[in-house]
């Protein structure tokens, strides 16, 4: 989950989840008063966010907000030039930063958690609000001159305060600011523009819904988990599944027999929210590339990527690339057996393989050559088991402790709220909540939203982050609690590590802090934890029939699985590769002379990266990375090369994915630093090398590309 400086990108829309667990937490910080006199012996501050209830509220705190910072502002904007020094200008930007974030963290959350349509609407309207406002602050050109005339003493700094410094100059001269005035007032004016149409963007994903309504034989194949939900049977053979929502989705197009209706989810799919987010995708295109070179970039991939480890377009394409054709045979077989598995279905010597297959026959290839069912692994995978095991290892290998408190407010019920301290000196470091299940008009997928981040304050003390893991997974039905397929147990361990990367921050600056890191990197430390949901050892610990908990999953199906997996990195890997180069040939080929071709462009990118998409679709109006991670969305696979060069570091090591001296070595040199340091560093003191890419070609089956 990528944060990014509020101050520099326009408040940036901030995208980067029981029962009563079976983590025993600590009697002596069991609730947060006592959590907080703790607190105080470490300097730290301990205190949970006050959300907005109503859309007055949610007003209210966009208007304050947007004052306060303002006012801070007028203070760095009046500081004569003798009068400068760290703390009041560079340092004081931060603060603001951390005030404005703040407001902007909460807002998001309820934008996309919320219950009420009205308070979703308003916390829409309030962030909108905010990213315009928020562009107009890298224009204040009086807060521009202070900062300035203080970076031209050329002070002697080190460390993070160098850094922050040399970052807050980089991002003026990228927003414009050494430009002429009329020419820093239209980049400014096309920025508030671009910020407030990738809002509605956004919006437009979250509302777009679709149900299809099925039979019982039309859904011949589809899984008990999905057959038994809670409103999903609808009428006496009548069966509605919502195309928007992932689980449902995906347990349609992973096990339903009839092409015709995977076909149909698909489409639909495809189709979701075209019509409102056609037009401005090509809008969005248009202003980024405008901007991009008015800022003296060739294009809006250059811009983005300055900033991340790739440094420029060319080199993520061509990493992209060479990953496409390393590939290239693997996915020929792999598209080759999935096409025996259609012929011999089907009974058509000449079937193929279309879009709406390959997950399908995928799933049927672990059942077949593999013998593994993914559904049938299920009943090893209860939702509140996977949880426990999850924290009893996260609290292993960084050396914290878990404890379940009271949530003085629930946005909704069933929410929880858990403390995370520090096990060896009881250190109170931070909070999570788990909003667990789907409903209408949540966030759809997976991910982690801070709330409150991290930073050393005025006074010294240091502010202790708050984040929320919001997740989808199938709700309990009957007798049944929630079930999990191991795709989203993986989710789970990978979505709890950003977790822990925000929490377990060090670093003084909320800049800084937790995930604000790189976007080619930010993803890696979490794809890395995926690792432990393959080992036998780590899964043995929590994975267990919840019918007889006695009952391990088999060594022999774990093997079968895993080998499985990899049949399939062919296809996995050159679908992602297909939405990491549509992104960046987008943003580097789209104009705003040229935006009416930027879906024949993805559409042609996607179908000759995969497999074609059907006719008249637009799959990117309803990519929300689009505007997440736009120009970005390389960077998957680029942290998917450092992770696999991270796990090695726990597989060479004495206790494997157990060992504690190698997971405090993670949570010192990459979680606790964030970006305060460069994160190349960072990553070569946990390896104790140079990186290498050779782990991950010999995990994903390339071939080597000269």
Known sequence: MLKQSILMLALATLATSCATSMVKSSPKQSSLPELQRVGVKFKNVLRLPEFETTPAAVKATADQTMAAANAALDQIGKLPPGKVNFTNTIGALDGIGFLTSGAMNRLYLIKETSTNAAMREAATDAVKRLQEWGVGLDYREDVYRAVKAYADTQPQLVGEEAKLLADTMRDYRRAGLALPKPQRDEVERLRKELASVSTDFDSNINQAQKGIKLTKAELDGAPDSLLDAPG???????????????????????????????????????????????PLVEKILGLRDNIAKRLGYANWADYQIEVKMAKNGKTAIAFEEKLRDGLQPKFDAELAEFRKLKVAETGDPNAQINLWDWRYYADQLKKTKYNVDGEQLRVYFPMQRVLDGMFAIYQRIFGVTFAQLDPPYQWVDGLQLWAVTDTPTGEPLGFFYLDLFPREGKFHHFAMFPIIDGKRLVDGTYQRPVISLVCNFPPPSGDKPSLLDHDSVETLFHEFGHAMHAILTRAQFTRFAGTSVPGDFVEAPSQMLENWTWDKKVLDSFAADYRDPSKKIPPEILDQLQAAKYATYGSHYRRQLSFGLMDLYLHTQITAANATNAIPLANATLNQTFLPVPEGTAFIAYLGHFTGYDAGYYGYAWADAIAADMATVFENSPGGYYDVETGRRLREEIYSKGNARDVNESIEKFLGRPRSIEPFLKKIGAQPQK
Do not use: C, P
Request: hydrophobic fraction near 45%.
């Open 232 to 278: 999903i049977k609808t009428g006496a053979d009548e069966y509605t599944v919502m195309v928007n929502v992932t689980w449902q989705y995906l347990a349609v197009m992973e096990h339903v027999k009839s092409e015709a209706v995977r076909q149909r989810m698909l489409t639909e799919q495809n189709r979701l929210a075209l019509a409102e987010n056609v």
